[in-house]
């Protein structure tokens, strides 16, 4: 399927863009769509329950549907939606067709992804980022489902919400459902401020970009590659060892994707340990990246696979502050309007 391109929205500049670009950095300055944001919705509305990768079985899809019903929201999912074959849901047009469906219907508000895994790279191809577009649905979920919220800011131009799937259910936090709710309904009372622990000092403000490290770095080379220029860059991984989290780090780093950032914001890196090297944790990995950027770095934020997930706006606008451990986001992945 053809690309669709839009000229790029106008974004607040960072504080952090060198004067002068490498020219690894030159390298993305290329067309984006213009960003839009999705629609939010409102109580009562449908949540579509969709599986782009791997299986989920039935105990994990009903746990999400008294998630869901428990927000406010009607569950709604096809027949197949427990499909598995093997690690994946179900075959590449089953999956794709799911989504399709979903972002077709008038009735249904917002999509839901069950769960990562594997898998939703597969379906990029059979998908129409027009069709997202114009549909303008929140689209949630993280994990393998960063290539997805990839694709859909880079090829559709339309932020998503990188945040809690059925793992939600498990963890019974009310916080975190309250907020995923809030923020599909595009209902903060105030910006969200998320605290961690600072890395480097120094203020910047850009778009959010990333989640999965392995799949951010998976998106090099393809249509859907991540494009971090004047962004805050979002990492998290899980049961990554350190040397793993080394080497995908430094195929960002050669690839060019840390020469214009403005900022890094790190979530879990969640069981990412190898007891055969004690002495290089995975901390000493990101003190070794990171600290000579020369870009705020706060560590600790809470998101990705550990006991706090909390949705971020996925294209979003956000303020890092490195001095103060602290992350400022700035404005809805949703319109009320």
């Given at each position: 399927m053809?690309?669709?391109?839009?000229?790029?929205?106008?974004?607040?500049?960072?504080?952090?863009?060198?004067?002068?670009?490498?020219?690894?950095?030159?390298?993305?300055?290329?067309?984006?769509?213009?960003?839009?944001k999705?629609?939010?919705?409102?109580?009562?509305?449908?949540?579509?329950?969709?599986?782009?990768?791997?299986?989920?079985?039935?105990?994990?899809?009903?746990?999400?549907?008294?998630?869901?019903?428990?927000?406010?929201?009607?569950?709604?999912?096809?027949?197949?939606?427990?499909?598995?074959?093997?690690?994946?849901?179900?075959?590449?047009?089953?999956?794709?067709?799911?989504?399709?469906?979903?972002?077709?219907?008038?009735?249904?508000?917002?999509?839901?992804?069950?769960?990562?895994?594997?898998?939703?790279?597969r379906?990029?191809?059979?998908?129409?980022?027009?069709?997202?577009?114009?549909?303008?649905?929140?689209?949630?979920?993280?994990?393998?489902?960063?290539?997805?919220?990839?694709?859909?800011?880079?090829?559709?131009?339309?932020?998503?919400?990188?945040?809690?799937?059925?793992?939600?259910?498990?963890?019974?936090?009310?916080?975190?459902?309250?907020?995923?709710?809030?923020?599909?309904?595009?209902i903060?009372?105030?910006?969200?401020?998320?605290?961690g622990?600072?890395?480097?000092?120094?203020?910047?403000?850009?778009?959010?970009?990333?989640?999965?490290?392995?799949?951010?770095?998976?998106?090099?080379?393809?249509?859907w590659?991540?494009?971090?220029?004047?962004a805050?860059?979002?990492?998290?991984?899980?049961?990554?060892?350190?040397?793993?989290?080394?080497?995908?780090?430094d195929?960002?780093?050669?690839?060019?994707k840390?020469?214009?950032?403005?900022?890094?914001?790190?979530?879990?890196?969640?069981?990412?340990?190898?007891?055969?090297?004690?002495?290089?944790?995975?901390?000493?990995?990101?003190?070794?990246?990171?600290?000579?950027?020369?870009?705020?770095?706060?560590?600790?934020?809470?998101?990705?696979?550990?006991?706090?997930?909390?949705?971020?706006?996925?294209?979003?606008?956000?303020?890092?502050?490195?001095?103060?451990?602290?992350?400022?986001?700035?404005?809805?992945?949703?319109?009320?309007?």
């Amino acid at each position: 399927m053809g690309m669709h391109h839009w000229a790029e929205g106008p974004s607040k500049p960072s504080a952090q863009l060198p004067a002068q670009p490498s020219r690894l950095a030159r390298k993305e300055r290329f067309v984006l769509p213009s960003l839009l944001k999705a629609r939010a919705i409102r109580p009562g509305d449908r949540i579509a329950i969709v599986a782009p990768a791997g299986p989920i079985d039935e105990g994990r899809l009903r746990a999400g549907q008294r998630l869901i019903t428990e927000m406010g929201f009607e569950p709604v999912f096809r027949p197949d939606v427990l499909a598995s074959s093997g690690y994946l849901a179900g075959e590449d047009d089953r999956r794709a067709a799911e989504l399709t469906q979903w972002v077709a219907d008038p009735e249904v508000g917002a999509i839901w992804c069950a769960r990562g895994g594997y898998g939703s790279s597969r379906v990029l191809r059979r998908l129409n980022p027009v069709q997202f577009r114009e549909a303008r649905k929140p689209l949630v979920g993280y994990s393998d489902i960063t290539t997805l919220l990839l694709w859909q800011r880079r090829q559709a131009g339309l932020m998503g919400i990188h945040g809690p799937m059925f793992d939600l259910a498990a963890q019974s936090t009310t916080e975190a459902a309250e907020a995923l709710a809030r923020a599909l309904r595009g209902i903060e009372p105030r910006p969200p401020t998320w605290m961690g622990r600072g890395l480097c000092g120094g203020q910047a403000v850009g778009r959010l970009i990333g989640g999965s490290l392995s799949l951010s770095v998976a998106s090099l080379g393809t249509p859907w590659e991540i494009q971090t220029r004047g962004a805050i860059m979002m990492l998290e991984d899980v049961t990554e060892p350190p040397y793993r989290i080394d080497r995908m780090l430094d195929q960002l780093r050669s690839a060019g994707k840390f020469e214009q950032v403005a900022g890094i914001g790190l979530g879990g890196m969640t069981d990412c340990v190898d007891s055969r090297y004690p002495d290089r944790d995975v901390e000493a990995v990101l003190v070794d990246f990171f600290r000579p950027l020369g870009v705020p770095v706060v560590l600790d934020l809470p998101f990705g696979h550990g006991d706090q997930n909390r949705a971020w706006p996925y294209g979003g606008r956000a303020s890092i502050h490195g001095d103060r451990g602290e992350l400022n986001l700035l404005e809805s992945a949703v319109s009320t309007r």
